[in-house]
């Protein structure tokens, strides 16, 4: 597994890879990112069919999105994650809220 990061548009991305999938959430610091992305990279090595609104893949998306924030956590990224998947977010302010950690 490996974390990949960049910005696009001004606006910022994270993304990591497991053995066979790989998950990426795109957003801003207002919002936090969100899941935008899922490719099956065994099935789909070119990455041209993004299954992240799949209804047979958002148990992966859930795994994955857990793995990422598992890792922006261990590596003290700035990067703010919005909740989803029913899990908290990540550097992720609510208004009259705390940050979420």
């Given at each position: 597994m490996h974390f990949e990061w960049?910005?696009?548009n001004e606006r910022f991305w994270r993304a990591i890879?497991?053995?066979?999938?790989?998950y990426g959430v795109y957003g801003g610091t207002k919002k936090g990112g969100t899941p935008w992305l899922l490719f099956d990279l065994?099935?789909?090595?070119?990455?041209l069919d993004n299954l992240i609104n799949e209804p047979n893949y958002q148990n992966v998306a859930k795994e994955c999105h857990q793995?990422?924030?598992?890792?922006?956590f261990d590596s003290d990224d700035f990067f703010v994650l919005a909740p989803a998947?029913?899990?908290?977010?990540?550097n992720y302010w609510q208004e009259h809220e705390h940050m979420v950690t």
């Open positions: 960049s910005t696009y890879v497991t053995g066979r999938f790989k065994e099935n789909d090595p070119d990455e793995k990422l924030r598992q890792l922006l998947y029913e899990q908290s977010g990540f």
